[in-house]
């Protein structure tokens, strides 16, 4: 099983962010280049598209969905004026009957063809609807190659697609270290993760806890193990 995790990026700083959450949610913004702000709450307490298409609600900013599942599948949603306005599945879907032949070839029932994977097109990978999420100089045709490559896991996909837009890959994790590593302190993860805003009833990013001191280890004597005893 892989992993499976989701947030939401929202064309708007952090302050503003802060401004429109509600005052009984929770969660976390991570300022991101660009202007942008990524923002982790709880999607096992929390609908994060409904949360999204709140924020950009009357006029607010444009916001999208990121989730990968199990690492099989990169989906993301697109709202802008509280609508779903776009939506990516790196899933392949055709509407094409098939069906496994005797070797466990899967082939079409309407040609007996084979079917190939790669010829099948993704739903939703068009870059012009998520270019405005990214740098102003994001790199487009690494986003089309990020948005159509079948051969990565969905999280690789997602790094891809991030280093195309110009963000940091700590927003692929972060939202995991927060909420399952919190206690930790993980030196690493603080250090990508150190500008993010604690918001609601949620606790803040925990300073890293320190190296425990290397002692070389040695035999105790036996006149160290005896001093003392009467």
Do not use: C
């Amino acid at each position: 099983m892989g992993q499976s995790y989701q947030h939401i990026l929202v064309r708007a700083p952090v302050e503003d962010v802060l401004r429109d959450v509600r005052p009984d949610d929770e969660g976390w913004v991570f300022p991101l280049p660009g202007g942008s702000t990524v923002l982790f709450m709880d999607e096992r307490e929390q609908n994060l598209d409904e949360e999204a298409a709140r924020l950009s609600a009357a006029g607010g900013p444009d916001t999208m969905t990121v989730g990968v599942i199990t690492s099989d599948r990169l989906l993301m949603n697109v709202y802008s004026n509280g609508e779903l306005v776009h939506e990516y599945d790196s899933e392949p879907h055709t509407d094409r009957p098939m069906e496994p032949d005797a070797m466990l070839v899967l082939r079409y029932t309407d040609d007996g063809t084979e079917v190939d994977w790669d010829a099948i097109p993704t739903i939703g990978a068009d870059p012009d609807w998520f270019l405005p999420f990214g740098v102003a100089n994001a790199d487009r045709d690494t986003l089309v190659d990020a948005l159509t490559k079948r051969s990565l896991s969905a999280e690789g996909q997602h790094a891809h697609l991030l280093f195309a837009l110009g963000l940091p890959d700590a927003i692929m994790t972060g939202g995991h270290y927060i909420k399952y590593g919190i206690e930790i302190g993980n030196p690493h993860e603080y250090e990508r993760l150190a500008d993010a805003i604690a918001f609601g009833d949620a606790p803040p990013i925990p300073e890293p806890v320190p190296e425990p001191e290397f002692r070389p280890w040695r035999l105790t004597t036996p006149s160290e193990l005896h001093e003392g005893t009467p």
